[in-house]
């Protein structure tokens, strides 16, 4: 990892990447998708173009920033993120190129969406995108796409290296809008953390609580302890469970701790889904106890 964005421009991997990463809320039922491709196709067409995710929920800025922290360090430095969570497109919100700690570049508005890159990893620099020059030919009318007109042109402009850095625009200081992220925390031997995202195709719950942290509190594997979830201070599940190294460790539609692919504390149904049986969400607002029995 370098240390400053001056060492990352002067060597300028994202010239020899040449890859760009979408991210969206905007499913693939339509050809929104296909057209933000096209449009960076248009620009180099030996550019390699690959998806995150179009299944982000609709306007949800939280899960988009999360995604976004969940794979963008097991892509090279280099590589160009061009992400769009956007309520707001067409108002008076910045669109911006960020440069991170690690190495790579993000396109997207400046809504959110950084929050956990910003935390986790770091922001070298943050550009304001000119959107009189960095914008799709004859799209100026439109003012609903710019994930079109404006982000998918913009990152393969840069994933080309057509751009450099620096040309995206003005130079803003580093730091973007930010969501509230708490830190996990342990008190009076209980461990107090975050739902921060689902495991969305079987409804498992990803908490900000770290393995580390888990294990240091006299935790060990086989242990029982007793889970709280609460939303806005209301409590909405309280019940003891195994922690386990699988799922295969308890019965069928019991439920269990374990420690997810990101190595965070994960909770989950056995063949079920956890999040839909007891209707639980995400975000800061949905807060998780654990305490060993």
Not at 5 to 16: T, V
Not at 138 to 167: E, H, N, P, W
């Amino acid at each position: 990892m370098f240390h400053a964005a001056s060492e990352l421009k002067a060597l300028a991997p994202w010239k020899e990447r040449q890859t760009v990463v979408f991210m969206t809320d905007f499913g693939t039922a339509d050809g929104a998708v296909s057209a933000m491709h096209g449009v960076a196709d248009s620009v180099c067409q030996t550019l390699r173009l690959e998806d995150l995710t179009h299944e982000i929920p609709q306007f949800n800025i939280w899960e988009a920033s999360y995604r976004l922290i969940q794979a963008l360090t097991y892509w090279a430095p280099g590589t160009v993120f061009v992400c769009v969570v956007d309520p707001g497109v067409g108002s008076d919100r910045e669109s911006v190129a960020v440069l991170t700690a690690s190495g790579h570049i993000i396109v997207t508005p400046d809504n959110g969406t950084l929050s956990h890159v910003a935390k986790k990893i770091g922001i070298l620099e943050r550009r304001r995108i000119s959107e009189t020059e960095n914008r799709l030919k004859d799209s100026q009318r439109s003012y609903t796409f710019y994930g079109r007109d404006v982000y998918a042109y913009t990152g393969a402009k840069l994933a080309s290296g057509i751009m450099d850095f620096d040309s995206t625009g003005p130079l803003l200081e580093p730091w973007p809008l930010m969501l509230e992220i708490e830190d996990p925390k342990i008190e009076k031997s209980c461990i107090y953390g975050t739902i921060d995202v689902l495991d969305t195709r079987y409804g498992s719950l990803w908490t900000n609580i770290p393995d580390t942290l888990f294990f240091s509190d006299n935790i060990s594997y086989g242990d029982t302890v007793y889970v709280s979830i609460s939303y806005k201070n209301r409590l909405v599940f309280g019940y003891g469970m195994k922690v386990s190294k699988n799922f295969s460790e308890v019965t069928l539609g019991e439920p269990l701790v374990y420690i997810n692919s990101l190595l965070n504390v994960a909770i989950a149904l056995n063949q079920g889904d956890f999040a839909r049986t007891y209707g639980i969400g995400t975000g800061a607002d949905w807060k998780i106890s654990i305490r060993k029995i």
